[in-house]
């Protein structure tokens, strides 16, 4: 999406959202001052670890919960308050929450005839809507005689024929098994691209937000923690946590050796690498260098600093190394088909690193 | 946060106001509560701590006469709270543990007490074991008398385990096999598991039985009238104190009296046994349930159930058997003037009455229950825990306890200022001949079942199906009728079905507000028993158990019960 693109659809402004806890005395908050801008047509993900706020901050938006503080603007419109069923918005829910007692039409249906749409148009969006989803021929059945990936699809047809401003989806593939979700993840990325519609999406499996998304919003404890292109937050990460919980994370102490303007000179592992500083750091202090897996090689160099390897797993597409370097445990991948060796775990090794790959952390 | 939360009450306040409907039917639940329920209630209370009652209090429990009925009522309850909990355990465990014939047969029988009078039994028994009982007379020769705990305890046992069976039934079924599995697999033997597993994992099950059967038992008033002979109880006592003595302040005073134990065991039912249940059901047993193998465990376990079924079904065959006969247990001359009797004579004014009455109630019931448990179930506002707890001692209070709390509150017009609020509904001078009073308390005893159906079934559809109605723009009103009423109708459908029968078969909370007007056939059976008229007794019972067959049929036909929810409810 380009620059010229980008109108503000979904506004949430401070938001803040509370329930009372287990003893019914306190609050828990589980949407602490969040502020967010949805653009029209984008598809964004809300990311983040159970009990994040993940599916709150998607329920507000919704209509189900309302906030505690703060205001959602729909197109500059407070729509704070407004009940769910006004909302020009549909949510695809995690179990699909079809209504077992419907047949697959009747479910479709249901929406446009809450409308009281004339009974023809209903029939051909309905249609329509069933052969883009590629359920026709199916019309008759009960939600209890499709698979689980037919399933989610009534749920995604029975939203998209309701052709809403805005799309919810509750982690709507978590219920399938590993190939089925691959599947259908592709089919929401397919219609989401063909339809241009936008799309809020919540998930805790990073894979499925990154080949999803086009920015994520990366959730903890109710705070926004980050958000950015899949990209930005892979190579990017702005917080030790984001850089955690997407993909896996070397930590590794790094002594700043200069500075100037946005850029430092590190010694990472002995070795005096240049990198982006967006934030300030102390000359001769020690900060800490987020590393990916595979940005680290393995090779027999005795220059290198030398590691021990405590533990190598085969993978198929990749080795998996555990390598002890003084009181650290650093995670390497080798995803390197031309190489055909594989080290042997108690092997002392010599450990080396991409420099571009290093990214600084603030503490 | 405390300024937040409070707003938080505050929205949940202002949401409701926002949806009129509701505040509508909200108001009218708890109106119906108060007035139905908690007004008789307080009713006694304030009659029996009044200046006339709080002396009758001192005497009552000083004198020995009275802690004597008290101690019978005790003894009586722990009885047949322990021999119903037994025969409701045996009968749940050859269900689901054992690999034996006539197990439909078994189940069947156990059902038939829900549709029978209460003392259509204690009757059948008096006329097959009684001091000229065709069996123990006829037979065996013995002048045995039944009258008494003996009776009282063999009776009731086999009237109320119903509740039990189906209660750890149940439970039985939702126990995880693989909990058996792994005891098996850890090197248990077969009653070992029995000791260490099944009967812990149960016990919440076994002590909410026996406590159901407890109060079930002290409640009764038929039984006791029948067959209790020289061994009084409170509620017979209460009984005799009304309509022997007419004295209301004394039953209001013996009523308190009952009510403690009743409402004890309510409470304790309530929050502590639901607590420590141990039971998860979660629909999805891992496995299949092993079958007991050891023949003399086997057959053992069968022989002692089939002869209790054949004690039941003797029992109820000498009641259609003994309708047909000249004198039941005398002389056995084939006749039909006991039928006669009933539906040509006084019998089918109380049969009109008593089917239209409880036709009334049974909608307005399920309704109510119904609308309540969607309210608790689903909505959240500060009280919703007290309008359940409050429909809900419908039922926990015993029935004379209501039927005297009708007469106390509704004895005449409650007024404010000038206006009449609530007219005089008992008596034959109140509106409709006092059949007002009878439907409202019909209602009152029914709500608590439809309520625990409707709550029950509401758990178990997810609130994703309501939301994603919601979500597709329908409102709360086309929601609960397109959605959720659909989904809950099989509950609904058994608690009409159950509100029906136990409306026709109820005793003890009308027989106080019965009037020359308005007659009740459960009433007029008692009259027939007292006046040893067992011939038309039992046919009244026929009639009675044909009626609400004929109901169940007809209700059957009209709603039908393949509908959505017997498929799945979940949405997956």
């Given at each position: 999406?380009?620059?010229?693109?980008?109108?503000?659809?979904?506004?949430?402004?401070?938001?803040?959202?509370?329930?009372?806890?287990?003893?019914?005395?306190?609050?828990?908050?589980?949407?602490?001052?969040?502020?967010?801008?949805?653009?029209?047509?984008?598809?964004?993900?809300?990311?983040?670890?159970?009990?994040?706020?993940?599916?709150?901050?998607?329920?507000?938006?919704?209509?189900?919960?309302?906030?505690?503080?703060?205001?959602?603007?729909?197109?500059?419109?407070?729509?704070?308050?407004?009940?769910?069923?006004?909302?020009?918005?549909?949510?695809?829910?995690?179990?699909?929450?079809?209504?077992?007692?419907?047949?697959?039409?009747?479910?479709?249906?249901?929406?446009?005839?809450?409308?009281?749409?004339?009974?023809?148009?209903?029939?051909?969006?309905?249609?329509?809507?069933?052969?883009?989803?590629?359920?026709?021929?199916?019309?008759?059945?009960?939600?209890?005689?499709?698979?689980?990936?037919?399933?989610?699809?009534?749920?995604?047809?029975?939203?998209?024929?309701?052709?809403?401003?805005?799309?919810?989806?509750?982690?709507?593939?978590?219920?399938?098994?590993?190939?089925?979700?691959?599947?259908?993840?592709?089919?929401?990325?397919?219609?989401?691209?063909?339809?241009?519609?936008?799309?809020?999406?919540?998930?805790?499996?990073?894979?499925?937000?990154?080949?999803?998304?086009?920015?994520?919003?990366?959730?903890?404890?109710?705070?926004?923690?980050?958000?950015?292109?899949?990209?930005?937050?892979?190579?990017?990460?702005?917080?030790?946590?984001?850089?955690?919980?997407?993909?896996?994370?070397?930590?590794?102490?790094?002594?700043?050796?200069?500075?100037?303007?946005?850029?430092?000179?590190?010694?990472?592992?002995?070795?005096?690498?240049?990198?982006?500083?967006?934030?300030?750091?102390?000359?001769?202090?020690?900060?800490?260098?987020?590393?990916?897996?595979?940005?680290?090689?393995?090779?027999?160099?005795?220059?290198?600093?030398?590691?021990?390897?405590?533990?190598?797993?085969?993978?198929?597409?990749?080795?998996?190394?555990?390598?002890?370097?003084?009181?650290?445990?650093?995670?390497?991948?080798?995803?390197?088909?031309?190489?055909?060796?594989?080290?042997?775990?108690?092997?002392?090794?010599?450990?080396?690193?991409?420099?571009?790959?290093?990214?600084?952390?603030?503490? | 946060?405390?300024?937040?939360?409070?707003?938080?009450?505050?929205?949940?306040?202002?949401?409701?106001?926002?949806?009129?409907?509701?505040?509508?039917?909200?108001?009218?639940?708890?109106?119906?509560?108060?007035?139905?329920?908690?007004?008789?209630?307080?009713?006694?209370?304030?009659?029996?701590?009044?200046?006339?009652?709080?002396?009758?209090?001192?005497?009552?429990?000083?004198?020995?006469?009275?802690?004597?009925?008290?101690?019978?009522?005790?003894?009586?309850?722990?009885?047949?709270?322990?021999?119903?909990?037994?025969?409701?355990?045996?009968?749940?465990?050859?269900?689901?543990?054992?690999?034996?014939?006539?197990?439909?047969?078994?189940?069947?029988?156990?059902?038939?007490?829900?549709?029978?009078?209460?003392?259509?039994?204690?009757?059948?028994?008096?006329?097959?074991?009684?001091?000229?009982?065709?069996?123990?007379?006829?037979?065996?020769?013995?002048?045995?008398?039944?009258?008494?705990?003996?009776?009282?305890?063999?009776?009731?046992?086999?009237?109320?385990?119903?509740?039990?069976?189906?209660?750890?039934?149940?439970?039985?079924?939702?126990?995880?096999?693989?909990?058996?599995?792994?005891?098996?697999?850890?090197?248990?033997?077969?009653?070992?598991?029995?000791?260490?597993?099944?009967?812990?994992?149960?016990?919440?099950?076994?002590?909410?039985?026996?406590?159901?059967?407890?109060?079930?038992?002290?409640?009764?008033?038929?039984?006791?009238?029948?067959?209790?002979?020289?061994?009084?109880?409170?509620?017979?006592?209460?009984?005799?104190?009304?309509?022997?003595?007419?004295?209301?302040?004394?039953?209001?005073?013996?009523?308190?009296?009952?009510?403690?134990?009743?409402?004890?065991?309510?409470?304790?039912?309530?929050?502590?046994?639901?607590?420590?249940?141990?039971?998860?059901?979660?629909?999805?047993?891992?496995?299949?349930?092993?079958?007991?193998?050891?023949?003399?465990?086997?057959?053992?376990?069968?022989?002692?159930?089939?002869?209790?079924?054949?004690?039941?079904?003797?029992?109820?065959?000498?009641?259609?058997?003994?309708?047909?006969?000249?004198?039941?247990?005398?002389?056995?001359?084939?006749?039909?003037?006991?039928?006669?009797?009933?539906?040509?004579?006084?019998?089918?004014?109380?049969?009109?009455?008593?089917?239209?009455?409880?036709?009334?109630?049974?909608?307005?019931a399920a309704v109510i229950g119904i609308l309540i448990a969607y309210i608790v179930v689903r909505k959240q506002f500060l009280g919703r825990d007290l309008l359940d707890f409050g429909a809900m001692l419908g039922i926990a209070v015993p029935g004379t306890i209501i039927g005297i709390g009708y007469?106390?509150?509704?004895?005449?017009?409650?007024?404010?200022?000038?206006?009449?609020?609530i007219p005089k509904l008992t008596g034959g001078q109140a509106i409709f001949g006092g059949a007002l009073a009878i439907v409202l308390v019909y209602i009152t005893r029914s709500v608590p079942a439809a309520l625990r159906s409707g709550v029950a079934s509401l758990s178990q559809i997810d609130p994703?199906?309501?939301?994603?109605?919601?979500?597709?723009?329908?409102?709360?009103?086309?929601?609960?009728?397109?959605?959720?009423?659909?989904?809950?109708?099989?509950?609904?459908?058994?608690?009409?079905?159950?509100?029906?029968?136990?409306?026709?078969?109820?005793?003890?909370?009308?027989?106080?507000?019965?009037?020359?007007?308005?007659?009740?056939?459960?009433?007029?059976?008692?009259?027939?028993?007292?006046?040893?008229?067992?011939?038309?007794?039992?046919?009244?019972?026929?009639?009675?158990?044909?009626?609400?067959?004929?109901?169940?049929?007809?209700?059957?036909?009209?709603?039908?019960?393949?509908?959505?929810?017997?498929?799945?409810?979940?949405?997956?």
């Amino acid at each position: 999406m380009n620059e010229q693109s980008k109108q503000v659809l979904l506004k949430l402004v401070d938001i803040v959202k509370e329930f009372p806890d287990r003893s019914g005395h306190g609050a828990v908050r589980a949407v602490d001052d969040v502020s967010l801008d949805i653009y029209d047509g984008e598809f964004l993900t809300l990311l983040g670890p159970s009990g994040c706020g993940k599916t709150t901050t998607l329920r507000l938006i919704a209509g189900f919960e309302i906030p505690n503080l703060g205001k959602i603007l729909l197109e500059e419109r407070d729509i704070t308050q407004q009940p769910p069923n006004k909302r020009d918005m549909a949510l695809v829910f995690q179990n699909y929450a079809l209504f077992p007692h419907m047949s697959v039409y009747d479910n479709v249906a249901y929406g446009l005839q809450s409308q009281k749409m004339p009974r023809a148009q209903v029939k051909d969006k309905v249609t329509t809507s069933l052969s883009i989803i590629g359920l026709a021929g199916l019309e008759g059945r009960r939600p209890n005689q499709l698979s689980g990936g037919q399933q989610q699809r009534v749920a995604l047809a029975r939203s998209l024929v309701m052709e809403p401003r805005i799309l919810l989806f509750d982690e709507p593939l978590s219920n399938l098994d590993a190939k089925l979700r691959v599947q259908m993840r592709s089919e929401i990325h397919r219609l989401q691209r063909s339809l241009g519609i936008t799309s809020i999406y919540v998930t805790h499996d990073q894979v499925e937000a990154m080949a999803l998304s086009d920015r994520i919003v990366v959730m903890n404890k109710g705070k926004i923690e980050q958000i950015g292109t899949p990209e930005e937050i892979y190579r990017y990460p702005k917080t030790r946590f984001v850089a955690d919980f997407i993909g896996r994370a070397n930590f590794l102490p790094a002594t700043v050796s200069s500075t100037q303007n946005g850029s430092a000179s590190l010694t990472v592992m002995g070795k005096q690498i240049d990198t982006r500083a967006p934030f300030e750091i102390e000359v001769g202090t020690v900060v800490t260098v987020m590393l990916r897996p595979e940005a680290l090689t393995l090779r027999v160099d005795a220059s290198l600093p030398q590691g021990v390897i405590e533990q190598a797993m085969y993978l198929g597409t990749e080795i998996e190394y555990m390598v002890r370097l003084d009181d650290i445990v650093i995670t390497i991948v080798d995803n390197d088909p031309r190489k055909q060796h594989m080290f042997a775990e108690g092997e002392t090794i010599g450990i080396d690193f991409i420099p571009e790959a290093v990214h600084l952390l603030p503490d | 946060m405390q300024g937040i939360r409070n707003s938080q009450q505050a929205k949940q306040f202002r949401a409701l106001l926002k949806d009129p409907l509701l505040l509508v039917v909200l108001l009218f639940l708890i109106f119906f509560v108060v007035v139905a329920i908690l007004l008789p209630i307080f009713s006694i209370v304030g009659e029996s701590f009044s200046e006339e009652g709080l002396p009758l209090f001192r005497r009552y429990v000083t004198d020995p006469v009275y802690q004597n009925i008290v101690l019978n009522t005790l003894v009586m309850g722990t009885l047949v709270g322990a021999v119903g909990t037994g025969i409701g355990f045996l009968f749940a465990f050859v269900q689901v543990k054992l690999d034996v014939p006539f197990k439909r047969f078994m189940h069947f029988v156990a059902l038939v007490p829900v549709i029978s009078p209460p003392f259509a039994l204690a009757t059948s028994a008096i006329v097959l074991f009684g001091r000229s009982g065709s069996i123990s007379r006829g037979i065996f020769g013995v002048r045995y008398d039944i009258y008494g705990l003996n009776g009282l305890v063999f009776v009731m046992a086999l009237s109320f385990f119903t509740i039990t069976y189906l209660n750890l039934r149940g439970m039985m079924e939702a126990l995880d096999p693989a909990l058996d599995e792994a005891a098996i697999n850890l090197g248990a033997s077969r009653w070992r598991i029995f000791r260490t597993v099944t009967i812990p994992m149960l016990l919440p099950g076994i002590a909410s039985s026996f406590l159901l059967l407890f109060v079930e038992a002290i409640a009764d008033l038929g039984n006791p009238l029948v067959l209790g002979g020289n061994y009084e109880v409170l509620a017979t006592r209460i009984y005799v104190t009304i309509i022997g003595l007419y004295n209301p302040t004394g039953a209001a005073v013996l009523s308190i009296i009952l009510l403690i134990p009743s409402l004890l065991v309510f409470v304790v039912q309530r929050y502590w046994i639901s607590r420590i249940s141990v039971v998860s059901v979660t629909g999805k047993p891992a496995g299949t349930p092993q079958t007991i193998k050891n023949p003399y465990v086997k057959w053992g376990l069968f022989a002692v159930v089939m002869f209790i079924c054949l004690l039941v079904v003797l029992l109820y065959g000498a009641i259609l058997h003994g309708a047909f006969v000249t004198v039941p247990g005398v002389r056995w001359d084939f006749t039909l003037d006991h039928f006669d009797f009933v539906l040509n004579g006084i019998g089918s004014q109380a049969m009109r009455d008593t089917t239209v009455l409880s036709g009334i109630a049974t909608p307005i019931a399920a309704v109510i229950g119904i609308l309540i448990a969607y309210i608790v179930v689903r909505k959240q506002f500060l009280g919703r825990d007290l309008l359940d707890f409050g429909a809900m001692l419908g039922i926990a209070v015993p029935g004379t306890i209501i039927g005297i709390g009708y007469i106390l509150a509704f004895n005449t017009p409650i007024m404010i200022g000038d206006v009449t609020i609530i007219p005089k509904l008992t008596g034959g001078q109140a509106i409709f001949g006092g059949a007002l009073a009878i439907v409202l308390v019909y209602i009152t005893r029914s709500v608590p079942a439809a309520l625990r159906s409707g709550v029950a079934s509401l758990s178990q559809i997810d609130p994703a199906i309501e939301e994603a109605s919601i979500s597709l723009g329908a409102d709360t009103v086309r929601t609960f009728r397109k959605i959720t009423l659909p989904l809950i109708r099989p509950a609904l459908f058994a608690g009409l079905v159950y509100a029906f029968a136990r409306s026709m078969t109820t005793i003890s909370a009308i027989i106080f507000l019965t009037t020359p007007q308005t007659k009740i056939m459960t009433q007029q059976i008692l009259n027939e028993v007292e006046n040893g008229r067992y011939g038309n007794a039992f046919a009244y019972c026929v009639i009675l158990v044909a009626i609400v067959l004929v109901a169940i049929g007809v209700f059957y036909a009209l709603v039908g019960t393949k509908t959505g929810a017997e498929r799945r409810t979940k949405g997956e």
